[in-house]
């Protein structure tokens, strides 16, 4: 019933730049908390950037200073502005998303998951 699709993955050189989007579709009542994280293979997935209903936000250690969560309630919508990318940044990243969905009760949260998209840094 809810789809999110990320998109703005790539390739770029070592302290570049790259902003990922993230577009919630489907029976959507509200988007609670949103997040992005990846994956590199052999590895477990791991948290980069947290933002809550509230705005709050939470980051990684390892992204702290360089990474911007934002997001967009009217669009739904999630971004991930990347500055000054390190070739340790590159993982596949995920959206995710916590929902509450239009026919279920607004109590009932799901939980989705983007498909990936792939960020490469290297020079």
């Known amino acids: 019933q809810v789809q999110l699709v990320e998109s703005g993955g790539g390739l770029v050189q070592p302290g570049g730049s790259l902003r990922l989007s993230c577009a919630a579709s489907?029976?959507?009542?509200?988007?609670?908390?949103m997040g992005w994280y990846r994956q590199a293979p052999g590895k477990q997935r791991e948290l980069v950037a947290h933002?809550?209903?509230?705005?709050?936000?939470n980051y990684a250690d390892s992204v702290k200073g360089r990474f911007t969560i934002s997001r967009d309630n009217a669009k739904k919508m999630v971004y991930l502005q990347m500055n000054s990318l390190k070739p340790e940044d590159t993982y596949v990243y995920y959206c995710?998303?916590?929902?509450?969905?239009?026919?279920?009760?607004?109590?009932?949260?799901?939980?989705?998951w983007g498909q990936g998209t792939q960020v490469t840094v290297s020079s």
């Open positions: 489907g029976s959507i009542l509200s988007i609670i908390h």
């Open positions: 933002i809550s209903s509230e705005g709050n936000t």
């Open positions: 995710y998303a916590e929902i509450t969905q239009i026919g279920a009760p607004p109590e009932v949260k799901f939980a989705y």
